[in-house]
């Protein structure tokens, strides 16, 4: 093992030349000769160090590998999350048009047959019923048969009875 390995070991562990000598088991000045290089580093704390860096650099790189598959399954998870609440606030959006847009037909209906019945002098017809619903002529005018003569109308519980 070099002087320069042993320097990067320690700086790796983000550990002051006192706490590593400790460590070590050596003083903080024979630390200091070691990685100046002006001292061998013995066979025993040569190895000692190996098992222990190639330990940590295992264990490093597990760890980095862990790390990433966990972040690439939340990225996964906050995507399908993302994609599935656009679809979800589109799909609403588009019930909200439709209705909007139905809506918007009906009271465009309502008014032209106002209009027309206005001009003709037809005065515009709401029935209520006892329960408290209201039904008009253009109502009961949709579920008449187009071949019937007279219609009897009789309106109970919010229900339209026809007879023709």
């Known amino acids: 093992m070099t002087n320069t390995e042993l320097t990067k070991i320690r700086e790796d562990k983000n550990l002051s030349k006192s706490d590593f000598a400790k460590l070590l088991g050596v ?5 200091g ?7 061998a580093i013995p066979e025993d704390i040569a190895k000692k160090l190996q098992d222990t860096a190639v330990a940590s650099e295992i264990e490093v790189k597990k760890n980095t590998r862990k790390a990433g598959r966990k972040a ?13 609440k656009v679809v ?3 799909i609403e959006v588009k019930k909200t048009a439709r209705k909007g847009a139905r809506k918007a037909k009906e009271t465009v209906s309502a008014a032209k047959e106002s209009v027309k019945r206005k001009a003709a002098g037809i005065p515009n017809i709401i029935i209520q019923s006892p329960m408290g619903g209201y039904i008009t002529p ?12 007279d219609v009897y109308v009789r309106v109970d519980e919010n229900k339209l009875h026809i007879t023709c």
Do not use: W
Request: include cysteine.
């Open 72 to 84: 690439k399954e939340v990225v996964t998870e906050v995507k399908e999350a993302v994609e599935d």
């Open 88 to 90: 979800a606030e589109e």
């Open 33 to 39: 000769r070691y990685e100046k290089g002006s001292c």
């Open 27 to 31: 003083t903080p000045m024979l630390l």
């Open 138 to 149: 253009a109502d009961i005018a949709k579920k008449v048969p187009k071949n019937a003569a």
